[in-house]
């Protein structure tokens, strides 16, 4: 499997603009998670999905941010209208069942200005 | 709430020193508990975990035992190389509800520098 796949790599927006995150988990798991990671305050975990469900959004840190989970195979994370206070790493993270292993994507670096 | 708690970095060895980063945790239930490491532009990858009390977890040298009545979870490696030069994560799961996956809670991150 090529793990979790992330895209973009990198993003650079203006402020105002509408950001899309991508996802794709590794096949079979069914939990995932999205981080965010900066400087300030670390790596915080901002929602988590069981079976495509959204099961826990608490750390979505205000209503300019969704997440959705159309099917098993992807994931996505929409900032609209975006920030600069928003310009971070972004990860995506999957795993299997109990196991509470999780596999980090390359993350998304986004720089809103 | 669940925390994660520790060593300020960075922290600066030479090669083949001993290395210890402290890690704490509170948490309400029975947690895993996770080493994660972050090499420069890349995502978090495992390194080692225990899952119950006095289990030890290792892996490429490194190790950390699951102390829960000091509430620990200290990374040590006894000859460290510039290759290991990385962020390193301390993160637990599980302590609101006693298992299951319900996301990490990481410490802020020990910066590591290895120098020849």
């Known amino acids: 499997d090529a793990g979790v796949i992330q895209s973009p790599r990198h993003e650079v927006t203006e402020m105002g603009q509408e950001v899309t995150l991508r996802c794709k988990p590794i096949?079979?798991?069914?939990?995932l998670f999205w981080y965010r990671q900066t400087m300030m305050r670390g790596l915080e975990l901002l929602i988590y999905?069981?079976?495509?469900?959204?099961?826990?959004d608490s750390g979505m840190p205000e209503d300019r941010f969704s997440a959705k989970m159309p099917n098993a195979s992807f994931s996505t994370l929409k900032i609209q209208p975006s920030e600069p206070r928003d310009s971070a790493v972004y990860f995506c993270?999957?795993?299997?069942?109990?196991?509470?292993?999780?596999?980090f994507g390359q993350g998304t670096r986004l720089t809103v200005v | 709430g669940d925390s994660v708690t520790q060593m300020e970095g960075p922290v600066t060895l030479s090669e083949e020193a001993f290395l210890t980063i402290n890690c704490t945790y509170t948490?309400?239930?029975?947690?895993?508990l996770f080493w994660y490491v972050q090499y420069p532009g890349e995502g978090l990858q495992l390194l080692l975990k225990?899952?119950?009390?006095?289990d030890k977890g290792s892996n490429k040298g490194f190790e950390a035992t699951y102390r829960k009545e000091t509430t620990s979870f200290h990374l040590e490696k006894g000859s460290v190389q510039v290759s290991d030069s990385a962020v390193y994560f301390c993160?637990?799961?599980?302590?609101?509800?006693?298992?299951?996956?319900?996301?990490?809670?990481f410490g802020k991150g020990t910066h590591l520098i290895i120098q020849p």
């Open positions: 999905f069981n079976n495509n469900v959204p099961i826990d």
């Open positions: 096949s079979g798991h069914d939990y």
């Open positions: 993160a637990l799961s599980g302590g609101r509800t006693g298992g299951g996956a319900d996301g990490l809670t």
């Open positions: 993270a999957s795993s299997f069942g109990e196991s509470t292993e999780a596999f």
């Open positions: 225990a899952t119950k009390a006095d």
């Open positions: 948490a309400t239930g029975y947690p895993s």
